[in-house]
């Protein structure tokens, strides 16, 4: 990305959820963490995949769910996304239970970049970044200039103005991670859901757009709620860590509280030396000797 980073327009000035989302007095709303989960538990195809979680995300707050292959990351962020209903347990969106927020009140307050999104054939990376200001059109409407000028700003944030005309589904992987994302920042929603964003991305590209997501977080209150296998990375960019395996919660805190030798080994089998880093521990593996 070259030039300054600006904003895009939809994102809100202010990290409570907007007017549109039913539920308490804004007094109340502010107060209320981001994202609230207790007891949940999903059980699929006959197997408990979470078994039990407690979850809290204040506004404003970046939390990256870590834990090895199959501990449920995914799975909890479907929950929190509305993409999927818990067997039991709540969720509750800026004080709001889940529940309550129909589908366009709740995709003016949170955004999910899943691992794998369905790319539809044949369109457009505007067109695909331009499906973000949905809940913002009337059923059978046409998008106003403000979404066309919201998209033309996310797509210039993440580099990928000179793309707007390509086919999606001729991009890079990487490329395409990025309009997965420009896509999210488009809804201009206040909670940001990320799973494994940056795992295509090389590392020049990983960077640049962890720093925009940290800085509209930092400028404009987004929340932040991530997954993500690159354990150093994880630890740079999270106020908090929540280490899940087996569907359940086995440490959270501080990155330098969760990321230690002992608990990698323990729970992704990991030989690791963990060094100390300028934002955060960071994590090498080595080989047994
Ligand atoms: N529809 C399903 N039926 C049965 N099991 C499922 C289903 N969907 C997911 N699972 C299982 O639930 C577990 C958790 O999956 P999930 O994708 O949440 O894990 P994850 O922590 O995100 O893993 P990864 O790091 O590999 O992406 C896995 O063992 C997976 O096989």
Redesign the pocket.
Known sequence: MTGPIVPPPNVPDRPAATPTVPGPPAAVEAAAPAVAVAGLRVT????P?LAGVDLTVAAGEWVTVI??????????L?VVGGLLTATAGSVALFGTPGGQLRRRERARVVATVA?SPVVPPGMTVFDYALLGRTPYIAPLGRESAADLTAVRGVLDLLDLARFADRALATLSGGERQRVFLARALAQGATLLLL??PTSALDIGHQQEVLELVDRLRREHGLTVLA?M?DLSVAGEYADRLVL?DG?RVVAAGPPRAVLTEELLAVHYRARVRVINGGHGPLVVPVRAP
């Open positions: 699929l195809g006959g197997v995949v834990g090895p292959n199959g501990a449920g990351k995914s799975t909890l479907r691992q799973d494994e997954t296998h899940l569907g």
